[in-house]
């Protein structure tokens, strides 16, 4: 048994909670009351706030949650009796509980009628229609009525499979109550009619419906998904449930979807972070490059001499280029050149690529000293 709650975590409000729910945001679309955007005498004089409302709670448009899964995985195990839920927006039914199953106490997007001919309207016209943001009529030219979901407005009587189905309950060997305040009658005393003894599990945020007097009642407190999570794993169903709802397909994202990078991406990326990691590593300073590229220019070049002097860079009291050298490469006593810099050249020697262009690209031009 279950109601809006397993639904909030798709991103679909319940109705009732102050502030998020959805009878506490329909502002907007100037109702007399809220209520009356499921009012069927409102309905036939103005259709238009219900369209709205539907545009945007419209199946398609949302991916079940876990909670859905759950009753999914309980079908398939063959467990399932029934499902008793108040919602409407077919949730189930993208999890994958067959239709059969399904006992829809207050209606659903799933079928729609006119609403005085009581002719069948097509899926996919009525889902073209409604996301067009207008309002189907029938298609019988002699009647021209207004098209609605099946969705039990104030003022209509419940489905007559749910009275058929009434009494179930009272052969299950469990029952599970989840998402639902209980508030709303004939559908608040299905719990009741469970036979003394038989465990009555309840995941919701607050203990509703009575539940809770009986010896074998559980009661899991939280969110939805937490508590199925919970069962599942006391079950040694975790693994099987989490496959069962990645496997449902993310329809909130229809219409956002995901860029497959290339090859050619993927490796300029790669080369992007490598050069930037190189020079976060090196931290070579710009004015020790300039001064190094010079330096190295000149030796080339035969400009040097055995004579002592001094550069504008180089201070008094040293005794020559190369002891510099040392002791700018951290100490370095073996070599006159840094050990970045012999290992960049020894690279150049043998003709490859230079990975340290950036930072010293005078030794592609001079690949020895």
């Not at 199946?59 to 499902?83: C, E, N, Q, Y």
């Not at 016209?125 to 407005?153: A, S, W, Y």
């Amino acid at each position: 048994m279950t109601g809006a709650g397993i639904s909030t975590s798709a991103g679909i409000p319940d109705f009732r909670s102050p502030d998020t729910g959805v009878y506490s945001n329909l502002a907007r679309l100037n109702l007399p009351y809220p209520e009356a955007v499921f009012d069927i005498s409102f309905f036939r004089n103005n259709p238009h706030p219900f369209y709205a409302l539907a545009h945007e709670l419209y199946p398609g448009k949302f991916r079940p949650t876990i909670s859905h899964s759950f009753v999914a995985l309980l079908s398939d195990k063959g467990l399932l009796l029934k499902l008793f839920t108040q919602n409407i927006d077919c949730l189930e039914r993208e999890a994958g509980v067959p239709d059969e199953m399904i006992i829809e106490a207050h209606g659903s997007f799933a079928r729609q009628r006119c609403i005085d001919c009581k002719a069948q309207h097509p899926d996919d016209l009525m889902r073209t229609t409604v996301e067009q943001g207008e309002v189907p009529h029938c298609l019988t030219p002699e009647c021209n009525g207004l098209v609605k979901p099946d969705i039990v407005f104030f003022g209509e009587q419940l489905p007559e499979e749910f009275f058929q189905n009434r009494a179930l309950p009272a052969s299950a060997d469990l029952c599970i109550v989840m998402g639902t305040s209980l508030s709303v009658q004939p559908f608040a005393s299905l719990p009741q009619i469970c036979s003394e003894g038989v465990p009555r599990v309840l995941i919701n945020k607050e203990v509703v419906g009575g539940l809770g007097s009986r010896a074998d009642d559980v009661i899991l407190l939280g969110d939805c998904d937490d508590g199925v999570r919970q069962l599942a794993s006391a079950l040694g169903w975790l693994d099987e449930l989490e496959k069962l709802w990645a496997a449902t397909n993310p329809v909130a994202y229809k219409d956002q979807p995901q860029k497959t990078k290339t090859a050619d991406e993927i490796l300029e990326e790669e080369i992007t972070k490598l050069t930037a990691d190189v020079a976060q590593t090196l931290k070579v300073s710009h004015d020790h490059t300039a001064w190094l590229k010079n330096h190295l220019e000149e030796k080339h070049l035969g400009k040097e001499d055995n004579k002592k002097r001094l550069t504008p860079d180089e201070p008094e009291g040293w005794e020559s280029d190369s002891q510099w050298l040392r002791e700018n490469d951290g100490g370095n006593p073996d070599g006159n050149v840094p050990k970045a810099v012999s290992s960049a050249n020894e690279e150049g020697k043998d003709g490859h690529s230079n990975e340290l262009q950036h930072v010293f690209p005078h030794l592609v031009k001079k690949p020895s000293l």
